[in-house]
């Protein structure tokens, strides 16, 4: 089954074509045929790029204003016959689409009905960066591909088998059940792949394996999946709360925002501001939000380059001790991520003095680790292993898009994770 995958964001699209089956999925087989990004929609010089294994990156520039035009573009350059991977778009036999939240109301993947989508639109508040924008995307596709069934996939369904007790606030109990106020977390496709391929990389079965998962990129988010289960997240009810970030602060004492916008006279909009486009790594540092920068600048003396590094890895290895006691022990720590998989200092420096949790990693196989390979970089005899694992979110999209058609999509949420009304 050739499977088109589409991420909608406010002014992009991101889409790949990938061919998978109930029986590839099994063997791990699935093929990328095709991704690409059409970026600066609503600009007269939007790009479109596209690439194909063996072949030279095609990439156009013309004026695309909206989401419909986008994805009319990416079916157009799919069935080129030079560029594309397509003789017709009648090849394509499902979309699969990424979605931001799904609140409380979806704990798996879902066909598209019009009952889902009202659903979608009602999550809008919770998500309002996101969630519209995924709408657009959703509702260009499904008026240029009708005949086609549509899958939405959720970046928080995953994490709604969370207890309430690792979900709840300690606000008043009235703010969650009138407005759902509540821990949902992020990036959950990312956390449940490379879970499950951890468990593969072990030779053990999922439901075996206690992992604590670690999706660093400039957004940053950490998991306690207890046997394929995920009963824990930094993130929070937004993407700001947890690891420090790229440009986002992550943990703070709430008391301090009240306290600054007095103090520096600032509005509403601009402390959100502060608080995701000017904290983070970029905050602390001045110097950058990319870690290789950031990096470059320790080596070259920066104080407050070494800071802001130093605190983002502080936080990894609190958490991670954190969620060891949360699931009663701990099997495997995994990178994933750009930073995650890239940066052995990050994950040499994150995991410095856990050995008492049986943490022991291996310094000289982290440092050579090869780049987008499934790898063990633990000592042999760590009872813990730490792997990287290159995570592929839209793999996971277009495998979810084949097992909901194929009526084998488990929900994720498990018994006894429902607050009380």
Not at 253 to 276: F, K, R, Y
Not at 324 to 352: C, H, K, P, W, Y
Not at 385 to 394: G, H, K, Q
């Amino acid at each position: 089954m050739k499977v088109l995958v589409l991420n909608c964001g406010s002014s992009s699209v991101k889409f790949q074509v990938i061919e998978t089956s109930l029986e590839m999925i099994e063997a791990n087989s699935d093929a990328t045929l095709a991704r690409g990004l059409v970026e600066k929609i609503g600009l007269s010089d939007s790009r479109l790029a596209i690439e194909v294994e063996g072949r030279k990156p095609y990439q156009e520039i013309s004026e695309i204003l909206e989401h419909r035009t986008a994805v009319e573009r990416v079916l157009k350059v799919l069935v080129h016959p030079e560029h594309g991977v397509l003789k017709s778009v009648k090849e394509l036999e499902a979309v699969g689409h990424r979605v931001v939240h799904g609140g409380e109301k979806v704990a798996s993947s879902v066909l598209v009905t019009p009952e889902v989508e009202a659903m979608i639109e009602e999550c809008v508040v919770l998500a309002p960066l996101h969630n519209p924008h995924n709408l657009r995307g959703l509702n260009a596709a499904r008026g240029l591909l009708p005949g086609v069934p549509h899958v939405a996939v959720f970046d928080t369904a995953f994490h709604q088998s969370m207890p309430p007790m690792a979900f709840i606030y300690g606000l008043p109990y009235e703010l969650y059940s009138r407005h759902r106020i509540r821990r949902y977390g992020f990036h959950g496709t990312s956390h449940r792949f490379v879970s499950i391929r951890t468990a593969k990389l072990l030779g053990r079965p999922l439901e075996d394996v206690r992992i604590v998962t670690c999706h660093l990129g400039n957004g940053c988010s950490m998991a306690a999946v207890d046997r394929g289960h995920s009963v824990d997240t930094t993130m929070g009810f937004t993407p700001l709360e947890g690891l420090l970030m790229g440009t986002r602060s992550g943990d703070l004492d709430a008391a301090i925002l009240p306290w600054v916008m007095t103090m520096e006279d600032v509005t509403l909009s601009q402390l959100n501001a502060m608080l995701n486009k000017h904290s983070g790594l970029y905050g602390i540092s001045g110097v950058s939000s990319d870690m290789r920068e950031i990096e470059h600048a320790c080596a070259t003396g920066n104080k407050r380059a070494r800071l802001a590094f130093d605190i983002f890895c502080y936080r990894i290895r609190k958490y991670v001790g954190a969620y060891a006691a949360a699931m009663g022990g701990i099997d495997a720590v995994t990178f994933t991520g750009g930073i995650g998989e890239n940066s052995s200092l990050v994950r040499q420096t994150s995991l410095a003095g856990m050995e008492f949790l049986g943490i022991e990693l291996d310094e000289e196989a982290n440092r050579v680790a090869p780049r987008g390979k499934e790898i063990l970089v633990s000592k042999g005899g760590s009872k813990v292993a730490v792997a990287l694992i290159p995570t592929n979110e839209e793999r996971v999209i277009a495998r979810d898009t084949v097992r909901v058609l194929g009526g084998v999509m488990p929900s994720f949420a498990v018994p006894g994770t429902e607050a009380p009304r």
